[in-house]
């Protein structure tokens, strides 16, 4: 779009911002397997203090929904979905629920709150509740996912890992895991859990819930996984993979982009989840990019790299389905010597 | 619009922070109804002091120490000669000081602004005083200072006799730059204000507050040029490439159907924008809608409103006190100031503090809400934020304009 008022203060994504998410307001999904102490979890958080000011959305599929006595008058609104699973049935009823609560709040009919948790079913997959926050056009807009985080029972969780695909995306999805119930197994068992869960997923913070509570920060602060850790290309079953492309000299957007469109043309179904944060030339602070699918959420340029991140490396994780680090990494390279020999 | 009669903001006023953090109040030892005149110098040893005008009598503007902007320190408070008068305004260029005196009443003392070397935050000495007293004049109301060498200033003259009592302040340009010993260069108003003028004396608004200067903005980008918001005038560009003798560039007004006190004129120079505010002076919301106006301003000559920063529903606030918009963060040009052509800050008495987005200026969006719970004291049960200023860290000084005093944030968005 042609800009009429350009801003030399502003990059090539817009407005740098402080973090990713802007001002935009903060969501945390909560997944895990029906009885995993996903209730309980949410319930603790909203008894803490950060818990006040925070808006729940439960899919009541199968599991006991927020008590009503745990409402506090001016923090929480929650919403109660109809039967169904969040992620697909259901799904125009999460964007709906997430737009009528701020309609609500503009007409200062619920209290200002500055915080989602989504609860979502047991079955969930929680590739297309990421979906729906990808663009503006949906709920990226308003709304940013900060943390996806997967509760794992430490007494059933193992063999529901191995029976149930939709478990192991849940955990392969998830930016924390949390391991609860561990005072109702033994120790074997619990290090036989982490360490599936780590092979699984070893890009996720681990936590193990102290009788159904957790450090409330680790349920709202996003991890920074993607900026520090490097993780092998792993296999995790189903065709599931995960592997990080880092790149050390500055990334050109362009090319970056056609290559990123062209993977997403051939292969966006199987292109589970992308994100990670780009040097790109001629930008003053990190890029933070993130796909969903065929969805791409908007680039946004931070004002400044963490003072812990001074190599300034370009990481981006992928979780796919049936594509390999070689053939993205084969990718980029075509799309960079097509682009030089252009000229 | 009507809220709804479950709705928790019908049980009275809500605290909202979203986005800022908190890092420090301060309430200034007690004195903590602030005026729209807020300015950062970094002393000569080194400390980071912020100079805060009073809203009222009895006290006249106040120091802090704000170095480290979780401890603010009050270094200095000082005293008016009498209570009929106030100092609403002020501006720090260097160790030069300028305060704007008000006085409640036409031809009183001490009306004009006064200048002070605050080479010594404690101990603020006296330089000079400017009189602009007279039968029809209050004084300075408001006034900017931040080249070090003239004070443009919303003021009435011994010599001026405006066609209506409100119609008393100006624009008027003082040449400081022997502090000793200010003069006059230049002045402006509003043709038909004053009696002589060979033009009819406009129009009076039904809520009338008067055709008169409030800031006169002037940037070193255009030095050639002061933005001047003239309440129930409107605002005007001059040409003051000749201070002698200022020019009308080009004026815009929203009132009617408006309801006038244009307040503030801030250019974003880069961008071909302009942002303009409105001043709230009406209890329980009955000048509503008072907005800050983004303008189109590439041509100078033809400015276009475009959008309007948006607020909540009036309903919900108009229940005490004022609620609507006021001052803004004018990316004042000193090196102590933040400036951003990206972000708005500004206060809304009721509405507290809020930033917006307006990377899009046609679709201007909040960021950004602080509404602290209502200070102690607080004749309004709800906070009255009054003025913000953001210093080059981007750290925001936010005042309410009866009790609350000092607040300090950072933005986190």
Known sequence: MLDLFPSREAGPFGRRLKRERGARIPVTVVTGFLGAGKTTLIRRFLQSPDGAGTAVIVNEFGAVGIDDALIRDSAEETVLLGNGCVCCITRTDLQLALRRLVFDRERGTVPPFGRVIIETSGLADPGPILQTFSTDRALGGEFHIDVVLAVVDAVNGRAELESAAEARKQVIFADRLVISKADLATETAVGTLTRRLRVLNPRAAIDIAVAGALEPSHIVEPTTSERSGFVAEAEHGDGIKSFVIVQDQPVDWQIFSRAMETLIALRGADLLRAKGILNVAGCRGPVVVQYVQHLSHPPVELERWPASDDDRVSRLVFITRNIAEGDVTGLFAAVAALAKTQS | ?413
Request: net charge negative; proline share 9%; glycine share 8%.
């Open chain 2, 1 to 413: 619009m009507s809220v709804a009669e479950n709705s928790p903001l019908t049980k009275g006023y809500q605290p909202v922070i979203w986005n800022f953090k908190l890092l420090a109040h301060d309430m200034l030892a007690g004195f903590g109804g602030m005026g729209e005149g807020m300015s950062v110098q970094i002393a000569p040893d080194g400390r980071r002091i912020i100079w805060l005008a009073h809203e009222s009598a009895p006290k006249n503007f106040t120091a802090v120490d704000v170095s480290d902007p979780r401890k603010p320190k009050v270094v200095c408070q000082t005293d008016l000669p009498h209570a009929n008068m106030r100092s609403n305004s002020l501006e720090t260029c260097g160790n030069l000081m300028a305060v704007a005196y008000q006085t409640s009443k036409k031809n009183s003392q001490p009306a004009g602004f006064e200048l002070f070397d605050i080479s010594k935050p404690e101990n603020p000495k006296s330089i000079s005083f400017f009189d602009c007293s007279g039968p029809h004049s209050r004084g300075v109301h408001q006034l900017w200072f931040c080249d070090g060498e003239y004070v443009h200033c919303s003021s009435g003259s011994r010599d001026f006799v405006p066609t209506h009592p409100l119609d008393d302040q100006f624009y008027r340009c003082i040449d400081v730059r022997n502090p000793s010993k200010p003069v006059e260069v230049g002045r402006w108003w509003m043709p038909g204000t004053r009696q002589g003028d060979n033009v009819m004396p406009p129009s009076r608004h039904p809520i009338d507050k008067g055709f008169r200067a409030h800031n006169c903005n002037v940037y070193p980008q255009r030095g050639d040029r002061c933005y001047l918001a003239y309440i129930d005038g409107g605002m005007f560009v001059l040409d003051i490439s000749d201070k002698a003798n200022p020019k009308k560039v080009s004026s815009w007004t929203n009132s009617p159907p408006y309801t006038g006190f244009m307040h503030t004129i801030v250019p974003l120079f880069d961008r071909g924008l302009m942002l303009i505010t409105d001043e709230s002076t009406e209890n329980n919301a009955k000048d509503w809608p008072k907005l800050i106006w983004v303008l189109d301003a590439r041509e100078e000559t033809n400015l276009v409103p475009i959008a309007t920063c948006p607020l909540p529903d009036p309903a919900v606030y108009a229940q005490a006190g004022r609620f609507g918009a006021h001052n803004i963060h004018e990316n004042v040009p000193l090196p102590t100031a933040w400036h951003s052509d990206q972000i708005v800050l500004g206060t809304f008495f009721n509405g507290g503090l809020r930033a917006y987005d307006i990377s899009n200026p046609y679709q201007p969006k909040e960021v950004g809400v602080f509404m602290p719970p209502a200070p102690p004291g607080a004749p309004t049960g709800t906070i009255q934020m009054n003025d913000v200023f953001v210093d080059e860290r981007g750290i925001v000084y936010a005042v309410d304009r009866h009790v609350g005093g000092l607040y300090i944030l950072e933005m986190d968005f």
